[in-house]
DNA sequence: CCACTTTAATGACGACATTAATTAAGCCGT
DNA sequence: ACGGCTTAATTAATGTCGTCATTAAAGTGG
């Protein structure tokens, strides 16, 4: 709505950003590449071309398969041209990683956090003693670091300075960022962690080539990552996608959260093991943990009619829930990922019934259902692109 | 993310495009004014504002207050620069309306359907000739409207020509775009009517100034449209926002669609006064449509606990509904239009109330939930905006 | 070794916005 | 009535940038 003016300089910086996201994205790719996929004139990819060379951002790398006629050089971005740190907080650690530009991991470090009490100076301080971690260990040098980016996992707001709402934590309103930005000048971006994962399967996992797609996470808890028009939806106050508190079945099981009925008190995996329980006439899953007694009632599957009853319930209110999402964001891609989902990958084929029975038709016809492809860990290596995706939106230009 | 490449002459449609939308909304503006909200140079806007004026897009209105100093001039969209079609594609008629590009009406014509069986050809034909009529009785010549614009009550998928599936009309897959544009060569713009009225509420009602609002419709049936930075959200297909069929009670009530527990089958008006009529042992409630039934049962509440209960229920489902909306799309405002809930406004509160039972914190307190200001009939003035929207964006050039 | 093809680099040209300087058009007090 | 002051709009000079047309470069194949 709100158009920003354009003058003959932002000419320039679009056709950067254009050139620098198709080549990130896509490459390494030839100049005559560029000029197929842009609509850019030959000699104008050239002159932004040599521009960025100078700059040291994208390199040339050897020539192109020819048959006849000059063979075009390939083109790609410096892989050392700047890094990134990618931080993941969880309920149970805080996890930094260092990353080159082609995104190879360089080092990362863990810490692993209190779950009964979380105190956010602690987390600022395991991010800022991991950033000094993971540079050092790699011998980048800060000044080259593009910037920081961090999945939370709880709602952010993102105003002046990002603030975090983190149930799971015991956290309201907790400035995260105000208390990192006191101990370093890297540039900070921080975001949910669902949305973060969902980014980093965006550009390198299930998400690739998509337009619009959800990215749906069951772990502990429940949440989901909407892409529209290929970038995040974050909506008025970056809480949008809050996909677990959503109300499934009304008046229902109680959800943490205080209300009722919500889909995090059916699928979360806390909840799929309390209604097992449940189902055992409150005998205890066997287990020190979520993750081994989820994997004991899928054993117990195998056997148990029970248990069966258990998974197959847990299908039909996941593939509602995706129903939901289909109805109102009309995805081409609803991928499902997060910890839980991965080992319940068995269910995905009565999830894609289920979704299809509550689902309209041709909204459900347009989208497909998938897993995810790149694991639980890909939370850091999302935030990490949050800096990319703003430098190469400004046309690789630093703020 | 796929960045359109920019060319010097895309500057100049970019600042035009950002001038005329302006002024289209918040006009009458000075010159000045426009400077101070695009940042464009006084040169840069007198410059493209003399080629509007040329172009006949733009007139001068009298001169502004001034205390001192050369007053400036007033600068509005001209209203007789081009005119808009606007149609409303209901259950029991189609309504033709003819706008100036002030939006001011000037005819308008409406031809009754049978519900029983709608042909779309007898719709297509309404349309040809609801566009003759009007433009014959305001005496403009059909080279002067810009476009016409379609609200359909059902699902519209955009392609190279728009397909419409309309489960109450007992369309699937009808090529209503082909059909009308055999019969003439005015430019098209079909979408869903929810969308239009949301971009009807957008632009001149409840939705003025917000970035990301939500218009939930409550009729007969129920929809919604979702509108995120400004502009109308529409997925893969065109037919996100399907929110009458998300699924709110896990294998409840049965809904036309075929699936179980949809909102719908809650708060639409059929679904209320369903269950108005088992609430009464099956006795039927009085009146001949259904929108006598629903008074019926609102005249009711002041004496029959039976009735104030339905009522009761009704915006406790509601409001859980909106909830979801809230919690997956974190607007900043959520609008409730369409006449069954213009006719239960008094439950306002009660919706408000159970959406903050039900939604997380967080998001809940950034967003309003209102009524809607322009009545039912906005669908077509919503689909004649189309034209306009596009008109805007392209910078005021006629494809 | 030369014709042919494809890629890359140059130069003339035109579209545009920017800054700085001028001109236009109204107030106000004497 | 008439300068002095303020704000609005236009003109002039400058610089950025992409396009088109042309030239240079770097291969393959007969």
Not at 40 to 63: F, M, T
Not at 133 to 144: E, I, L, Q, S
């Amino acid at each position: 709505m709100e158009l920003a003016r354009a003058t003959n300089r932002s000419v320039r910086l679009r056709n950067r950003a254009a050139l620098l996201t198709k080549l990130f994205l896509d490459g390494p790719l030839t100049r005559q590449d560029l000029v197929r996929s842009t609509g850019l004139s030959q000699p104008a990819v050239s002159n932004v071309v040599s521009d960025l060379i100078e700059e040291g951002l994208v390199a040339e790398a050897g020539a192109a398969e020819s048959d006849g006629g000059r063979p075009s050089m390939m083109l790609r971005i410096a892989p050392r041209f700047a890094f990134l740190v990618g931080v993941d907080v969880g309920e149970t650690r805080v996890r930094v990683e260092l990353f080159d530009f082609a995104m190879t991991l360089l080092a990362s470090v863990e810490y692993p956090l209190d779950p009964a009490r979380t105190e956010p100076a602690e987390v600022a301080g395991h991010v800022l003693a991991g950033i000094d971690a993971v540079t050092g260990a790699a011998g980048v040098a800060p000044a080259d670091v593009l910037g920081v980016g961090i999945g939370v996992s709880g709602v952010v707001s993102q105003g002046e300075h990002a603030v975090v709402h983190a149930q799971a934590l015991g956290w309201d309103r907790v400035p995260l960022e105000r208390l990192i930005a006191a101990g370093t000048d890297l540039p900070l971006h921080i975001d949910n962690g669902a949305k973060t994962l969902g980014q980093a399967e965006m550009w390198f996992g299930a998400g690739r080539g998509a337009r619009h797609a959800v990215f749906a996470l069951v772990g502990s808890g429940v949440g989901a990552a909407v892409v529209t028009g290929g970038v995040t939806y974050r909506g008025a106050s970056s809480s949008a996608g809050e996909w677990g508190h959503t109300t499934l079945v009304y008046g229902g099981r109680p959800c943490r959260c205080g209300a009722l009925g919500c889909l995090e008190a059916y699928v979360g995996a806390e909840a799929i093991i309390e209604r097992y329980r449940e189902a055992r006439r409150g005998r205890p899953v066997p287990g020190e943990d979520e993750e081994s007694q989820l994997n004991a009632l899928i054993d117990d599957a195998a056997t148990s009619a029970t248990a069966r009853q258990v998974l197959d319930d847990t299908a039909a209110y996941l593939g509602a829930g995706v129903a939901n999402l289909i109805n109102l964001f009309n995805p081409e891609r609803v991928v499902l990922g997060g910890w839980a989902a991965m080992a319940l990958a068995d269910l995905l084929p009565a999830v894609r019934e289920a979704a299809g029975r509550q689902a309209l038709r041709q909204p459900y016809e347009q989208a497909s259902i998938e897993l995810c492809r790149l694991g639980v860990d890909a939370v850091a290596l999302g935030a990490a692109t949050l800096p990319i995706a703003r430098f190469l939106a400004d046309g690789g230009v630093r703020r």
